[in-house]
C-alpha cells in the first residue's frame, strides 16, 4: 500500500533513469544517509565503529570492487585481497617517499597502482575462461603478497614485517579517534559507492554485462573485449586498492602483507555472492553480513557459556565455524542470487501489502 | 647431476600426492560441473577421523573400513543435503557453497576429535631406499615411492572403474551431457551421488598419505591449494590431467624452489606452480588435457 | 511492394571466398554480391554454410582465401568489432540475447558505439554521459515503439517467449542503426502469426530505413514473398542466384532440394 508507484509517472527519461526512480526509496535513502552522517556518529560507542561500522564500510567498498569484476563483467577473482595490499603498501610508500603528500591523494596513488598491477593480471583474462582464470588471480595472490614480503624497499626495511602505519592528516586535522575516522571512511565509501553506481546502470554496466552473459554476442555489436575486460580490471583494483589503504590506515592501524592473504580475499567473494552478484546495495549487505555473523556467533558462544552451559574455548570457536558454515551454505539454498535479490522480493511484496492481490 | 636427480625424483614422488587430491576435484567437477573446493577439507577430515579412531582402539585394519564408511557417508550426505538443493544454480554459487562446506567440515572434524597435531603411522618410513642408495648413489625416500605405488594403483582401480563398469559408463554419459543422459534413463542424481562417495573415498587415501608425511593438522586442509595449480594445469575434467599436472607441478617446483629459489630469497613454492600453470593456460586455455571448448554463436 | 524503394549500387561484394574448418569444407569459391536497399536472401538444405557465411561477413569466422568488399571497402577478413562499426548489425540462429539483463539494456547495447563518454565521466554522471545516455534511448525507445515491445521493457529477456526474444534481437540489431542488417532465420520456430508479424518488420525496416537485409531462412513462400533476390548455397558451393522466378526455374536447385537420383 504504501510502497507503491502509482501516481508517479515520469515526463522525462532522466527521471525514469534516476539512481531512485520512486519517491518512496528517494526518501528511505535521504533517511539513511542522515543517520549515517549524522545520527550515528551523535550515538554509537567506539566498539561499534572500530569493531563493526568501519571494517563494514571499507570491506563493502572491496566488495563492490569485486562486483564489479565479478558480478558485472563476469570475470571469477580469488585475490582481491592481493589488490587491496598493493593499495595499502602503494599509499605507505607514497606517504613516506613524497614529502607533504596529502593523504588523501596517496589513497588515490595507492588506487592507481592497484589498478595497474590489476591490468596486468587481467591481461590472461583474454584468453582464459571461467575457473581457468582463477589460476591468474590466484597467482597474484601468492606472488604480490610473497613479494610484498620478501622486496624489503617495499616495507622500508622494517625487520618485523608489520609497520606502524602514518597518522591520517588531512588539513592539519588529525583522525584518531573512531567517530572522525568512521565519518572519513563513510565519506569516501558514499562517494565511491555513488560513482560505481553511476559507472554500472549506464553505457559502460551495460558493456561489462553483455560480456559476462555472452563475449561473442558483445563483440558483434562492436563491444571490444580487451578493452571493456581490462577496464573492468582496472577499476575493480582501484576500488580493492582504495579500500585496502583505508583497511591499514582507518581499520587496522598497520600495514602488513599477512593481513591480505587468501583469507580475505575469499570473505570478500562471500560478500559479493551472498550480497547479490551485480548490484550495488548487496555489496554492503554481504559485507555487512560476513563482518556480523561472526561478531554475533562470537557473542552467542560467550552468553552460552556465561549462562553456565560450559563451552570450551577451541568448541566455541570451532561452532563459530560450523554455524558460519551453514549459514553460507543455507543463504545459497534459500537464494542464490544473493541478500540484494531477497530485498527485491520483499519491495514487490511490499507493493501489494496488505491486500493479498 | 646426482643432487638433480634427487630433486627431480622427489617432487615427481610428491607430485603423485598433489595428484590424489587433485583428483577428488577432477572426479566431482566432471560428473556434476562442481568446482568442490572442501576437497580439500574432506582429506583433512579423512586424516583426523582415522586417527580418531584408532586412539580409541581401533587397530589399522578396522580403522580403515570404519573410516572408508564414514567418508562414503559424508559424500552421499554433502550431495544430499547440499549439492541437490543447489541444482542449475549458477557454477559460482555452488563453488562458495563448497566453501562453506569446508568450514563446516572444518569445524565438525575438530569439534568431534580435537585440535591438536596428531602422527600418523602407517608403517612406512621416510627414510632412503638402501638399495637404490647403494647402487645409483641417490637417496629416494621409502615412504614417497609407496605413496606413489598406492597412487598409482588407486588411480588404475579408477580407470577401470569407469571404463569396464556399467556406473562407469553412465558416469561418462553424465560428464558429456547432463540432458541426454536423463533422457536415456541414467539416474543423474543417483551419479552424483556415487561419485561423491567415491570423492570420499579418495580424500581417505589422500589424507592418510599426507597425513602420514606432515602429522594430521589443520594445516592438512591447504594441500587444496597445492591440488589447484595441478588441475588447472592438466584441465579440470581431465584424470589424466590430474596425474600429469600432478608430476609437472611436483617435479618444476622443487627444482624452483632448489635452483631458482636462492636467487630470489626462497619461499616461492607458494606461488611458483600457479604462474607456471597460468604460462601453459595462456598456451592451452582449456590445460594441457582438458576438453576444448568451442565458443559458438 | 518493393517497386516504392530505389534499389541502388552495390553496397556488398562476396568474392571467391573459401572457408574450411580443418578438413571440413564450409564455403568453397563462394561469390555474390548485395545492392543498396535489397533484401537478399541466402537460403539451402541444412550445412549449406548459409550461417558460416554470415559469419564470414561479419568477422566471426576469417575466411581462407576470398574478399569481402564493403562499401567500397575490401576486406580479406574483418575482426566482429570492425565489422560492427562500419554498419554492419545481425541476429544470431540461436538467440544471443544477454540474459541477465532487461530488454531495455539489451536494446541499448546496440547503441554502445554511439556512446563516446569516457568511463570518469560516467562515473560522476554530469554532461556528456548523461546527455548521451538519454539521447539514445530516446533513439531506442523509437525502436521499441516500432517493433511494438513496450510492455515488456523491463523484463530479464531470460523470461520471454521465444518469438519475442527473436523480436528483441531485432531490436538490439536495428538499434544500431545498421547500413545492413544480417538476419540468420529470423522466423525459425515462429507460429504462422509470429512469422506474419516478423515479415511485416523486415518490410518495414527496409522500407522505412531503407536498410539493406540479407536473410537467411527456410520458409521458401517467406523467402519468395519478400525478398528481391536469392542465394542458393550447396555444400559450400553457390548453386543459385536470382529473382524469385528464375530460382524457382533453376535445375540445380531444385535438386538439391528434393532429391536426386545418383
Same mark, same amino acid.
Given at each position: 500500500?504504501?510502497?507503491?508507484?502509482?501516481?508517479?509517472?515520469?515526463?522525462?527519461?532522466?527521471?525514469?533513469?534516476? @539512481?531512485?526512480?520512486?519517491?518512496?526509496?528517494?526518501?528511505?535513502?535521504?533517511?539513511?544517509?542522515?543517520? !549515517?552522517?549524522?545520527?550515528?556518529?551523535?550515538?554509537?560507542?567506539?566498539?561499534?565503529?572500530?569493531?563493526?561500522?568501519?571494517?563494514? =564500510?571499507?570491506?563493502?567498498?572491496?566488495?563492490?570492487?569485486?562486483? @564489479?569484476?565479478?558480478?558485472?563483467?563476469?570475470?571469477?577473482?580469488?585475490?582481491?585481497?592481493?589488490?587491496?595490499?598493493?593499495?595499502?603498501?602503494?599509499?605507505?610508500?607514497?606517504?613516506?617517499?613524497?614529502?607533504?603528500?596529502?593523504?588523501?591523494?596517496?589513497?588515490?596513488?595507492?588506487?592507481?597502482?592497484?589498478?595497474?598491477?590489476?591490468?596486468?593480471?587481467?591481461?590472461?583474462?583474454?584468453?582464459?575462461?571461467?575457473?581457468?582464470?582463477?589460476?591468474?588471480?590466484?597467482?597474484?595472490?601468492?606472488?604480490?603478497? +610473497?613479494?610484498?614480503?620478501?622486496?624489503? +624497499?617495499?616495507?622500508?626495511?622494517?625487520?618485523?614485517?608489520?609497520?606502524?602505519?602514518?597518522?591520517?592528516?588531512?588539513?592539519?586535522?588529525?583522525?584518531?579517534?573512531?567517530?572522525?575516522?568512521?565519518?572519513?571512511?563513510?565519506?569516501?565509501?558514499?562517494?565511491?559507492?555513488?560513482? !560505481?553506481?553511476?559507472?554500472?546502470?549506464?553505457?559502460?554496466?551495460?558493456?561489462?554485462?553483455?560480456?559476462?552473459?555472452?563475449?561473442?554476442?558483445?563483440?558483434?555489436?562492436?563491444?571490444?573485449?580487451?578493452?571493456?575486460?581490462?577496464?573492468?580490471?582496472?577499476?575493480?583494483?582501484?576500488?580493492?586498492?582504495?579500500?585496502?589503504?583505508?583497511?591499514?590506515?582507518?581499520? =587496522?592501524?598497520?600495514?602488513?602483507?599477512?593481513?591480505?592473504?587468501?583469507?580475505?580475499? %575469499?570473505?570478500?567473494?562471500?560478500?559479493?555472492?551472498?550480497?547479490?552478484?551485480?548490484?550495488?546495495?548487496?555489496?554492503?549487505?554481504?559485507?555487512?553480513?560476513?563482518?556480523?555473523?561472526?561478531?554475533?556467533?562470537?557473542?552467542?558462544?560467550?552468553?552460552?557459556?556465561?549462562?553456565?552451559?560450559?563451552?570450551?574455548?577451541?568448541?566455541?570457536?570451532n =561452532?563459530?565455524?560450523i554455524?558460519?558454515?551453514?549459514?553460507?551454505?543455507?543463504?545459497?539454498?534459500?537464494?542464490?542470487?544473493?541478500?540484494?535479490?531477497? +530485498?527485491?522480493?520483499?519491495?514487490?511484496?511490499?507493493?501489494? +501489502?496488505? %491486500?493479498?492481490? | 647431476?646426482?643432487?638433480?636427480?634427487?630433486?627431480?625424483?622427489?617432487?615427481?614422488?610428491?607430485?603423485?600426492?598433489?595428484?590424489?587430491v587433485?583428483?577428488g576435484?577432477?572426479?566431482?567437477?566432471?560428473?556434476?560441473?562442481?568446482?568442490?573446493?572442501a576437497q580439500g577439507t574432506m582429506v583433512f577430515f579423512a586424516a583426523l577421523t582415522f586417527v580418531g579412531l584408532t586412539e580409541h582402539g581401533l587397530s589399522f585394519w578396522m580403522a580403515l573400513p570404519a573410516t572408508l564408511v564414514v567418508m562414503v557417508l559424508l559424500g552421499l550426505a554433502i550431495?544430499?543435503?547440499?549439492?541437490?538443493?543447489?541444482?542449475?544454480?549458477?557454477?559460482?554459487?555452488?563453488?562458495?557453497?563448497?566453501?562453506?562446506l569446508s568450514?563446516l567440515l572444518e569445524g565438525l572434524a575438530q569439534i568431534v576429535w580435537g585440535t591438536s597435531v596428531r602422527g600418523l603411522d602407517i608403517?612406512?618410513?621416510?627414510?632412503?631406499?638402501?638399495?637404490?642408495?647403494?647402487?645409483? /648413489?641417490?637417496?629416494?625416500?621409502?615412504?614417497?615411492?609407496?605413496?606413489?605405488?598406492?597412487?598409482?594403483?588407486?588411480?588404475?582401480?579408477?580407470?577401470?572403474?569407469?571404463?569396464?563398469?556399467?556406473?562407469?559408463?553412465?558416469?561418462?554419459?553424465?560428464?558429456?551431457?547432463?540432458?541426454?543422459?536423463?533422457?536415456?534413463?541414467?539416474?543423474?542424481?543417483?551419479?552424483? /551421488?556415487?561419485?561423491w562417495a567415491?570423492a570420499g573415498a579418495v580424500a581417505l587415501v589422500a589424507g592418510l598419505l599426507w597425513g602420514a608425511?606432515n602429522g594430521v593438522q589443520f594445516a592438512l586442509t591447504?594441500v587444496?591449494?597445492?591440488?589447484?595449480?595441478?588441475?588447472?594445469?592438466?584441465?579440470?575434467?581431465?584424470?589424466?590431467?590430474?596425474?600429469?599436472?600432478?608430476?609437472?607441478?611436483?617435479?618444476?617446483?622443487?627444482?624452483?624452489?632448489?635452483?631458482?629459489?636462492?636467487?630470489? /630469497?626462497?619461499?616461492?613454492? /607458494?606461488?611458483?606452480?600457479?604462474?607456471?600453470?597460468?604460462?601453459?593456460?595462456?598456451?592451452?586455455?582449456?590445460?594441457?588435457?582438458?576438453?576444448?571448448?568451442?565458443?559458438?554463436? | 511492394?518493393?517497386?516504392?524503394?530505389?534499389?541502388?549500387?552495390?553496397?556488398?561484394?562476396?568474392?571467391?571466398?573459401?572457408?574450411?574448418?580443418?578438413?571440413?569444407? &564450409?564455403?568453397?569459391?563462394?561469390?555474390?554480391?548485395?545492392?543498396?536497399?535489397?533484401?537478399? &536472401?541466402?537460403? $539451402?538444405?541444412?550445412?549449406?554454410?548459409?550461417?558460416?557465411?554470415?559469419?564470414?561477413?561479419?568477422?566471426?569466422?576469417?575466411?581462407?582465401?576470398?574478399?569481402?568488399?564493403?562499401?567500397?571497402?575490401?576486406?580479406?577478413?574483418?575482426?566482429?568489432?570492425? &565489422?560492427?562499426?562500419?554498419?554492419?548489425?545481425?541476429?544470431?540462429?540461436?538467440?544471443?540475447?544477454?540474459?541477465?539483463?532487461?530488454?531495455?539494456?539489451?536494446?541499448?547495447?546496440?547503441?554502445?558505439?554511439?556512446?563516446?563518454?569516457?568511463?570518469?565521466?560516467?562515473?560522476?554522471?554530469?554532461?556528456?554521459?548523461?546527455?548521451?545516455?538519454?539521447?539514445?534511448?530516446?533513439?531506442?525507445?523509437?525502436?521499441?515503439?516500432?517493433?511494438?515491445?513496450?510492455?515488456?521493457?523491463?523484463?530479464?529477456?531470460?523470461?520471454?517467449?521465444?518469438?519475442?526474444?527473436?523480436?528483441?534481437?531485432?531490436?538490439?540489431?536495428?538499434?544500431?542503426?545498421?547500413?545492413?542488417?544480417?538476419?540468420?532465420?529470423?522466423?525459425?520456430?515462429?507460429?504462422?502469426?509470429?512469422?506474419?508479424?516478423?515479415?511485416?518488420?523486415?518490410?518495414?525496416?527496409?522500407?522505412?530505413? $531503407?536498410?539493406?537485409?540479407?536473410?537467411?531462412?527456410?520458409?521458401?513462400?517467406?523467402?519468395?514473398?519478400?525478398?528481391?533476390?536469392?542465394?542458393?548455397?550447396?555444400?559450400?558451393?553457390?548453386? $543459385?542466384?536470382?529473382?524469385?522466378?528464375?530460382?524457382?526455374?533453376?535445375? &540445380?536447385?531444385?535438386?538439391?532440394?528434393?532429391?536426386?537420383?545418383?
Amino acid at each position: 500500500m504504501l510502497y507503491r508507484e502509482a501516481g508517479q509517472f515520469k515526463s522525462t527519461y532522466l527521471a525514469d533513469s534516476a @539512481i531512485f526512480p520512486l519517491r518512496q526509496d528517494r526518501i528511505a535513502m535521504a533517511v539513511l544517509l542522515a543517520i !549515517a552522517f549524522i545520527v550515528v556518529p551523535l550515538t554509537a560507542t567506539p566498539y561499534l565503529f572500530s569493531a563493526i561500522l568501519i571494517p563494514t =564500510l571499507i570491506l563493502a567498498l572491496a566488495a563492490i570492487g569485486l562486483n @564489479i569484476l565479478t558480478g558485472y563483467a563476469g570475470q571469477l577473482s580469488l585475490g582481491s585481497a592481493a589488490f587491496m595490499a598493493v593499495g595499502a603498501f602503494a599509499s605507505f610508500n607514497f606517504i613516506l617517499r613524497v614529502p607533504g603528500i596529502p593523504i588523501l591523494v596517496a589513497f588515490v596513488g595507492g588506487g592507481l597502482c592497484a589498478a595497474a598491477i590489476g591490468i596486468v593480471f587481467g591481461l590472461p583474462s583474454l584468453r582464459i575462461r571461467g575457473f581457468y582464470l582463477a589460476v591468474a588471480t590466484l597467482a597474484a595472490q601468492f606472488f604480490i603478497i +610473497w613479494f610484498l614480503t620478501k622486496v624489503g +624497499w617495499v616495507t622500508n626495511y622494517n625487520s618485523s614485517g608489520v609497520i606502524t602505519a602514518q597518522p591520517i592528516v588531512v588539513f592539519g586535522y588529525r583522525f584518531d579517534a573512531p567517530a572522525p575516522k568512521y565519518l572519513l571512511v563513510l565519506s569516501i565509501v558514499a562517494l565511491m559507492a555513488l560513482a !560505481a553506481k553511476n559507472m554500472t546502470r549506464g553505457n559502460l554496466g551495460r558493456k561489462w554485462m553483455a560480456i559476462r552473459d555472452m563475449d561473442v554476442a558483445a563483440e558483434v555489436i562492436g563491444i571490444p573485449q580487451m578493452k571493456t575486460k581490462l577496464l573492468a580490471f582496472a577499476v575493480s583494483s582501484f576500488y580493492c586498492g582504495v579500500a585496502g589503504a583505508l583497511f591499514a590506515y582507518a581499520y =587496522l592501524g598497520t600495514v602488513e602483507p599477512e593481513a591480505y592473504n587468501l583469507d580475505l580475499s %575469499f570473505r570478500i567473494l562471500f560478500m559479493v555472492i551472498i550480497g547479490g552478484a551485480g548490484t550495488i546495495l548487496g555489496s554492503f549487505l554481504g559485507s555487512a553480513f560476513i563482518v556480523l555473523t561472526p561478531i554475533v556467533l562470537n557473542v552467542t558462544v560467550g552468553w552460552l557459556d556465561a549462562s553456565g552451559l560450559h563451552v570450551p574455548a577451541s568448541a566455541g570457536s570451532n =561452532l563459530e565455524v560450523i554455524v558460519f558454515g551453514v549459514l553460507i551454505i543455507f543463504f545459497l539454498i534459500v537464494e542464490p542470487l544473493g541478500i540484494a535479490r531477497l +530485498w527485491s522480493i520483499g519491495k514487490e511484496k511490499l507493493r501489494l +501489502w496488505p %491486500f493479498p492481490h | 647431476m646426482q643432487f638433480f636427480f634427487e630433486v627431480l625424483i622427489g617432487g615427481l614422488l610428491s607430485g603423485v600426492m598433489y595428484s590424489l587430491v587433485a583428483l577428488g576435484f577432477v572426479l566431482i567437477y566432471k560428473a556434476s560441473g562442481v568446482f568442490n573446493f572442501a576437497q580439500g577439507t574432506m582429506v583433512f577430515f579423512a586424516a583426523l577421523t582415522f586417527v580418531g579412531l584408532t586412539e580409541h582402539g581401533l587397530s589399522f585394519w578396522m580403522a580403515l573400513p570404519a573410516t572408508l564408511v564414514v567418508m562414503v557417508l559424508l559424500g552421499l550426505a554433502i550431495e544430499r543435503a547440499v549439492l541437490r538443493p543447489l541444482v542449475n544454480q549458477p557454477q559460482i554459487s555452488l563453488f562458495m557453497a563448497t566453501i562453506g562446506l569446508s568450514f563446516l567440515l572444518e569445524g565438525l572434524a575438530q569439534i568431534v576429535w580435537g585440535t591438536s597435531v596428531r602422527g600418523l603411522d602407517i608403517g612406512v618410513a621416510d627414510e632412503p631406499i638402501g638399495w637404490i642408495a647403494d647402487r645409483f /648413489g641417490l637417496n629416494i625416500s621409502k615412504f614417497d615411492l609407496v605413496a606413489a605405488l598406492i597412487a598409482a594403483v588407486l588411480v588404475a582401480a579408477l580407470a577401470f572403474f569407469f571404463s569396464r563398469t556399467r556406473i562407469g559408463r553412465a558416469l561418462r554419459a553424465v560428464a558429456d551431457d547432463h540432458q541426454a543422459a536423463l533422457a536415456v534413463g541414467i539416474p543423474l542424481q543417483q551419479i552424483w /551421488g556415487i561419485v561423491w562417495a567415491v570423492a570420499g573415498a579418495v580424500a581417505l587415501v589422500a589424507g592418510l598419505l599426507w597425513g602420514a608425511r606432515n602429522g594430521v593438522q589443520f594445516a592438512l586442509t591447504f594441500v587444496a591449494l597445492k591440488a589447484l595449480p595441478v588441475l588447472m594445469l592438466g584441465g579440470l575434467e581431465s584424470v589424466p590431467g590430474a596425474i600429469v599436472g600432478g608430476l609437472i607441478i611436483g617435479a618444476s617446483e622443487k627444482l624452483a624452489e632448489v635452483y631458482l629459489g636462492p636467487m630470489v /630469497g626462497g619461499g616461492i613454492e /607458494g606461488w611458483f606452480p600457479y604462474v607456471l600453470a597460468l604460462v601453459v593456460l595462456l598456451f592451452r586455455p582449456e590445460g594441457l588435457f582438458g576438453e576444448k571448448i568451442i565458443r559458438r554463436v | 511492394m518493393t517497386a516504392a524503394r530505389s534499389i541502388g549500387g552495390t553496397i556488398l561484394e562476396v568474392d571467391a571466398v573459401s572457408l574450411a574448418f580443418g578438413g571440413v569444407k &564450409a564455403l568453397t569459391e563462394v561469390s555474390f554480391d548485395v545492392r543498396e536497399h535489397e533484401i537478399r &536472401a541466402i537460403i $539451402g538444405p541444412n550445412g549449406a554454410g548459409k550461417s558460416s557465411m554470415l559469419n564470414v561477413i561479419n568477422g566471426v569466422y576469417r575466411p581462407q582465401r576470398g574478399t569481402i568488399t564493403f562499401r567500397g571497402v575490401p576486406r580479406h577478413g574483418v575482426n566482429p568489432y570492425d &565489422a560492427a562499426s562500419s554498419g554492419i548489425a545481425r541476429t544470431f540462429q540461436n538467440i544471443a540475447l544477454f540474459k541477465g539483463m532487461s530488454v531495455l539494456d539489451n536494446i541499448m547495447t546496440g547503441r554502445n558505439l554511439r556512446m563516446k563518454a569516457s568511463f570518469l565521466e560516467q562515473a560522476i554522471w554530469i554532461g556528456r554521459a548523461r546527455r548521451e545516455e538519454l539521447d539514445n534511448r530516446a533513439r531506442v525507445e523509437a525502436i521499441i515503439d516500432f517493433l511494438e515491445i513496450q510492455h515488456i521493457r523491463r523484463t530479464p529477456v531470460g523470461r520471454l517467449a521465444y518469438g519475442l526474444q527473436k523480436r528483441v534481437e531485432l531490436a538490439r540489431a536495428l538499434a544500431a542503426e545498421p547500413a545492413l542488417l544480417l538476419l540468420d532465420e529470423p522466423m525459425a520456430g515462429m507460429n504462422v502469426e509470429e512469422k506474419q508479424d516478423m515479415c511485416r518488420f523486415i518490410l518495414d525496416v527496409n522500407a522505412e530505413f $531503407g536498410t539493406t537485409i540479407v536473410l537467411i531462412e527456410h520458409d521458401m513462400g517467406v523467402v519468395m514473398d519478400i525478398c528481391d533476390r536469392i542465394v542458393v548455397l550447396d555444400y559450400g558451393r553457390k548453386i $543459385g542466384d536470382g529473382a524469385a522466378d528464375e530460382i524457382r526455374g533453376n535445375q &540445380a536447385v531444385i535438386d538439391a532440394y528434393l532429391g536426386v537420383a545418383h
